[in-house]
């Protein structure tokens, strides 16, 4: 099963980074081109969120739900419909000195198997792209003064 990890320092306290990162309208803020069409606000063990957002400019559906939730340790996301054969999104959250180090582990399949492996390079670089831009982006807001515009302070 293709996998992508990533790693991300922010010099914000982890509970704010936690909560950004599990808020809706917050993801979306730190996403290219996408809207939540279902779910808002703080997520929690077992909501469910809706994301719309064109691949490749086709506009493509995803609902995921929290299935594991530590506040603010981790939480763990799950497609429940969507473009892939099945995604898991791992979030973890470990306290460092003067900060946060935020930790993405995605892991997903393709539909259509054994012919969908022939879209997973695709696939896994795009997924990449977006975590990473995702990353950048939450690291700006939860360093920024503009999360207090998702959470109170």
Known sequence: MPRIQRETRIDAPRERVFDLARHVEAHVATMPDEEAVEGTGLLGPGDRVTFRAPQFGIP???AAE????DRPRRFRDVQRSGVFGS?????????VEGGTLMRDDVRFSMPFEPFGRLGAPVARWRLRRLVDYHAKA???LAEGGDWQQ????
């Open 150 to 153: 998702y959470l109170d302070s």
């Open 66 to 69: 929290v299935v594991e939730f």
């Open 138 to 140: 939450l690291k700006r």
């Open 60 to 62: 493509f559906e995803l």
């Open 87 to 95: 995604l898991s999104h791992e979030h973890t959250f470990e306290e």
